[in-house]
């Protein structure tokens, strides 16, 4: 009997596909005159872009925040670019944050599959619908990323988005990998740690394994963690948590030795795991250092016979909010 019974690795596999049009999806949409602030409202899946937006703006002179919350912050005004992202566009938190964001006169664009998000907002992206608003980042994040492009507020390179789609192409070596650090999981309870430059990866890792695993997983920055949870160590075994490491070459030497003498200090107590992110760009690296969680999380699923796609825990607390 089949576990992948709506066929997550489809669209897992289909994720390279999935950003090249989540490029082409905001053409000719743009908004102009003076933008000092992004702000990005989400929950879940249609949150991660907003922050992986927020790293990839850190050399911007225009500050990118992200919201998951009813409201908005006071500094929201008409200067202010908002990104109302919601993929199924009913998402009740981010519904009544782009009512706030209205209130205070921000210049909003909607990325949206519909809903009444799509019917509220003047100005949408709109993106396919039938999927699980997880496996839906490219659909999600790039239109986001083309926006601002077409705005002249970010300068995305065509070498960038080279790179990334050629790296994201080499399906292999990203389900191996994936399948590797699955098997080595088990049934530990995963530890995801990374640099602060590319903390969002860290982040999605955890969340996938949250959704598409249904386990518990746990993430932490560097340095911050040498600061606190580094400590926990002491009391922790191996036969319950696995650290899992992800370098980037382009961290600061600093966290480099940090994480060397972190992994260490852990391996008297257990195995740590490391993966590494691909490419010179930053958009490469964010977007291949998450790829390998999709994998990882899906085989991980499968080994514990669960099926991937879907989350009817969440389904159901919707449902007792109404």
């Not at 053409?27 to 409202?41: E, F, H, L």
């Not at 992206?125 to 986001?144: D, H, N, W």
Request: with cysteine; glycine share 8%.
């Amino acid at each position: 009997m089949p576990i992948d019974n709506s066929n997550m690795l489809k669209v897992i596999e289909e994720f390279p596909q999935q950003c090249k049009t989540g490029l082409e999806l905001p053409k000719g949409m743009s908004v102009s005159g003076k933008i000092d602030k992004i702000v990005v409202a989400g929950m879940g899946g249609s949150a991660v872009g907003g922050d992986l937006l927020k790293l990839y703006m850190h050399d911007s002179k225009v500050p990118v925040f992200v919201v998951r919350d009813y409201k908005v912050p006071n500094f929201v005004d008409d200067k202010t670019l908002f990104f109302a992202v919601s993929y199924s566009g009913n998402t009740e938190e981010t519904l009544a944050a782009f009512g706030d964001a209205e209130r205070k006169k921000a210049r909003i664009v909607a990325v949206t599959s519909g809903g009444q998000l799509g019917t509220k907002a003047k100005k949408v992206v709109r993106i396919p619908t039938g999927l699980q608003p997880r496996a839906a980042l490219g659909y999600l994040f790039f239109p986001v990323l083309g926006v601002l492009q077409n705005s002249g507020i970010a300068d995305v390179k065509n070498e960038e988005i080279k790179e990334m789609l050629d790296i994201l192409s080499n399906l292999n070596e990203f389900k191996n990998i994936g399948e590797r650090i699955a098997k080595k999981i088990g049934t530990r309870t995963p530890l995801i740690y990374a640099s602060e430059a590319i903390g969002a990866v860290a982040y999605r890792w955890k969340t996938q394994f949250n959704e598409n695993s249904k386990i518990a997983a746990f993430h932490h920055l560097f340095s911050e963690m040498n600061h606190n949870e580094i400590v926990g160590f002491q009391t922790m075994s191996g036969e319950k948590f696995l650290p899992i490491f992800i370098r980037d070459n382009f961290d600061n030497e600093r966290i480099k030795k940090r994480m060397d003498i972190t992994k260490e200090i852990i391996s008297s107590k257990m195995e740590v795991e490391e993966v590494s992110t691909k490419g010179t760009y930053l958009l490469s690296r964010l977007f291949s250092g998450l790829y390998y969680a999709d994998f990882a999380s899906y085989y991980l699923a499968l080994a514990n016979k669960i099926d991937p796609t879907p989350v009817a825990v969440i389904e159901n607390l919707k449902k007792r909010l109404r």
